[in-house]
């Protein structure tokens, strides 16, 4: 009996401890932020149970260090800081990520646009690829027009908390229906350019247009 009772005491203290949603689905905490796990009448994937992959690790970047350069054909180049970024213009979406691998989630983003950052920086007409850097050496590009009609965000919030360091703190895009590898995550730098360009895992074979649905590899066409 003594034995039964100190398994249920461990069992209580790790599962207040673990940081996992429990098996009712309850919100989970994070630094004193509560997690939602519903919007707008639709139910949101936990964090806890959201899949996650990396190239490098998780990323740890100081808040007061960080800063987001926005480049290449802009009329103003843009360093801004993480106060600057979350003081521009707030949009929350309900977007599912797909990875190749056949997981997905879905989540709430809250974040901000890209295209108010083209509009900060003057972006030039004859952009028409803009490459995402993250902190880790991974790199991934999107078509302008695509950023500009999805209305595509950069999210800082993940279902009402900031996003925590292993989820991409402190910007991740949110690359609506295109597969996981271009939802860059620690992003620190934004390049705008005339050319295409392939990112990290394109380089090594996968589809530069990433649509959901489509072919994974460049062979596959």
């Known amino acids: 009996?003594?034995?039964?009772?100190?398994?249920?005491?461990?069992?209580?203290?790790?599962?207040?401890?673990?940081?996992?949603?429990?098996?009712?689905?309850?919100?989970?905490?994070?630094?004193?932020?509560?997690?939602?796990?519903?919007?707008?009448?639709?139910?949101?994937?936990?964090?806890?149970?959201?899949?996650?992959?990396?190239?490098?690790?998780?990323?740890?970047?100081?808040r007061e260090d960080y800063r987001l350069q926005v480049n290449g054909l802009v009329e103003k180049p843009l360093n801004l800081t993480y106060e600057e970024i979350t003081a521009l213009p707030q949009?929350?979406?309900?977007?599912?990520?797909?990875?190749?691998?056949?997981?997905?989630?879905?989540?709430?983003?809250?974040?901000?646009?890209?295209?108010?950052?083209?509009?900060?920086?003057?972006?030039?007409?004859?952009?028409?690829?803009?490459?995402?850097?993250?902190?880790d050496g991974y790199s991934t590009s999107l078509d302008r027009d695509y950023l500009l009609e999805n209305d595509i965000i950069l999210a800082y919030r993940l279902n009402d908390i900031t996003l925590p360091p292993d989820r991409g703190f402190p910007l991740q895009l949110v690359a609506e229906d295109k597969y996981g590898y271009k939802w860059a995550k620690w992003i620190v730098r934004i390049e705008l350019r005339d050319s295409p360009y392939r990112g990290y895992w394109e380089e090594r074979g996968y589809n530069n247009t990433a649509d959901v649905?489509?072919?994974?590899?460049?062979?596959?066409?």
């Open 1 to 62: 009996m003594k034995l039964i009772l100190l398994f249920l005491i461990i069992s209580l203290i790790i599962s207040i401890t673990s940081g996992c949603v429990s098996e009712r689905g309850e919100p989970d905490t994070y630094n004193n932020e509560t997690e939602n796990l519903s919007y707008e009448g639709k139910t949101l994937t936990p964090i806890a149970q959201q899949r996650n992959n990396a190239i490098r690790g998780t990323q740890y970047i100081d």
């Open 213 to 221: 649905g489509g072919p994974e590899l460049e062979r596959e066409k």
């Open 91 to 135: 949009v929350s979406k309900v977007v599912e990520l797909n990875c190749v691998e056949g997981w997905s989630f879905t989540a709430k983003w809250t974040g901000v646009r890209v295209a108010d950052l083209f509009g900060e920086s003057g972006a030039m007409k004859n952009a028409t690829t803009v490459i995402f850097y993250s902190a």
